[in-house]
T-cell receptor, first 112, second 112 residues
Framework: GEDVEQSLFLSVREGDSSVINCTYT??????LYWYKQEPGAGLQLLTYIFSNMDMKQDQRLTVLLNKKDKHLSLRIADTQTGDSAIYFC????????????FGTGTLLAVQP | KAGVTQTPRYLIKTRGQQVTLSCSPI?????VSWYQQTPGQGLQFLFE???????NKGNFPGRFSGRQFSNSRSEMNVSTLELGDSALYLC???????????FGPGTRLLVL
């Protein structure tokens, strides 16, 4: 079945780069997404990548996709304390659907 | 442009009762999806509506139902509430043909 896995926790110092990793199992993925959730809030779309791309850069965010290994990563450059949140990787399946399969979420803690 | 809105934001119910949650998508968006978020199970897909038709359904019991109106607003209903239905219920909307989905702030349901 479809599954998305993430590591649970990452701690970095302010100013360092953060790299959050995700693996997925589905072979018919069309798009892969990164969402951010702050305490008590909904999900904020950060960025996404089409399954045929290898990399996408968006300001401080870089997404790398290794389709062969079904591995996705999100790099946040110059991490700030305001980046502290839970980050979810999500896989959108093929076909006429917007259904997303979410990972367990990675808690990013940024130390000042 | 206003974002996705969900009402109510917080709700307390008792076991056996039923509840109706509402989601108003971003103007022009015709697809609405619902997700349940719990600490134990994470984010799980409930169902998806497009142009008033259910396009996809997750693995939830029949107590969970939904509908979409001609103005694209959507409601979900949970009957005979159980303690395990306590969760954050999130809805997301998207524009036809676009790859991005935007989430609302969620409705936090507590079942006592």
């Amino acid at each position: 079945g479809e599954d998305v896995e993430q590591s649970l926790f990452l701690s970095v110092r302010e100013g360092d780069s953060s790299v959050i990793n995700c693996t997925y199992t589905d072979s018919s993925s069309t798009y892969l997404y990164w969402y951010k959730q702050e305490p008590g809030a909904g999900l904020q779309l950060l960025t996404y990548i089409f399954s045929n791309m290898d990399m996408k850069q968006d300001q401080r965010l870089t997404v790398l996709l290794n389709k062969k290994d079904k591995h996705l990563s999100l790099r946040i450059a110059d991490t700030q304390t305001g980046d502290s949140a839970i980050y979810f990787c999500a896989d959108r399946l093929g076909g006429a659907t917007n259904k997303l399969i979410f990972g367990t979420g990675t808690l990013l803690a940024v130390q000042p | 442009k206003a974002g996705v809105t969900q009402t109510p934001r917080y709700l307390i119910k008792t076991r056996g009762q039923q509840v109706t949650l509402s989601c108003s998508p971003i103007s022009g968006h015709r697809s609405v999806s619902w997700y349940q978020q719990t600490p134990g199970q994470g984010l799980q897909f409930l169902f998806e509506y497009f142009s008033e038709t259910q396009r996809n359904k997750g693995n939830f019991p029949g107590r969970f139902s939904g509908r979409q109106f001609s103005n694209s607003r959507s409601e979900m209903n949970v009957s005979t509430l159980e303690l395990g239905d306590s969760a954050l219920y999130l809805c997301a909307s998207s524009f036809p043909g676009e790859e991005t989905q935007y989430f609302g702030p969620g409705t936090r349901l507590l079942v006592l």
